[in-house]
């Protein structure tokens, strides 16, 4: 009876530790799905409370709680490459392709003057007169998705900016890139402002 004690309790502490190791695996497992691996955690790490990186049908998706917007990254631009948000006056939300030279700014401001978006465009731009915009024009207007959009566009010896314009209650979203139009189209027709 000893020698088969003996096997039994080796067993016994062999299926604990197989047991053991399965838990401590998939507590593991479950963490970097969780998390949404390592690239996401990295995205993560420098963000604000309220806004997130998430993986949803294998694309990325910035959700923002406090500007109150979801953007589904394109699949052209390969994922995120940069999520940056500065701000403490204005909030930007600085977002670049990982695979390609797509790159945004998204900025959320309040109108709380109530002024049509034309106008609050204008004086938007006589702010920073002198200073970093040259000959800002307002080059029309067009339905993108469910959006009516205001497009500014601004040539400076740089290069040109775009900005395009939404406005929904009391918010206007600017969105611009100095790389293309299309990386605003594409950012634009995958959110939800």
């Known amino acids: 009876m000893g020698v088969l004690s003996k096997i039994m309790n080796k067993k016994i502490i062999i299926l604990i530790l197989i047991f053991v190791i399965l838990a401590i695996g998939s507590a593991l497992a479950f963490y970097l799905l969780w998390q949404g691996g390592p690239d996401l955690r990295s995205l993560n790490k420098g963000l604000p409370e309220g806004i997130r990186v998430e993986k949803r049908n294998n694309q990325e998706v910035i959700v923002n709680k406090l500007d109150g917007y979801e953007i589904t990254i394109p699949e052209n631009w390969g994922g995120i490459g940069k999520a940056e948000y500065v701000g403490k006056k204005q909030a930007q939300f600085i977002i670049g392709a990982k695979k390609t030279d797509d790159r945004v700014v998204l900025i959320v401001v309040e109108n709380n003057q109530k002024l049509e978006l034309a106008q609050w465009i204008k004086n938007r731009f006589q702010e920073f007169q002198g200073g970093r915009f040259y000959n800002p024009l307002i080059v029309g207007e ?3 998705g469910n959006y009516n959009i205001v497009k500014v566009q601004d040539e400076s010896p740089v290069g040109v900016f775009f ?6 209650d009391s918010k206007i979203y600017e969105i611009y890139s100095d790389y293309s139009e299309k990386s605003i189209k594409d950012i634009i027709l ?3 402002f």
């Open 190 to 192: 995958s959110g939800n």
């Open 163 to 168: 900005f395009y314009y939404i406005q929904k």
């Open 142 to 144: 067009e339905k993108i």
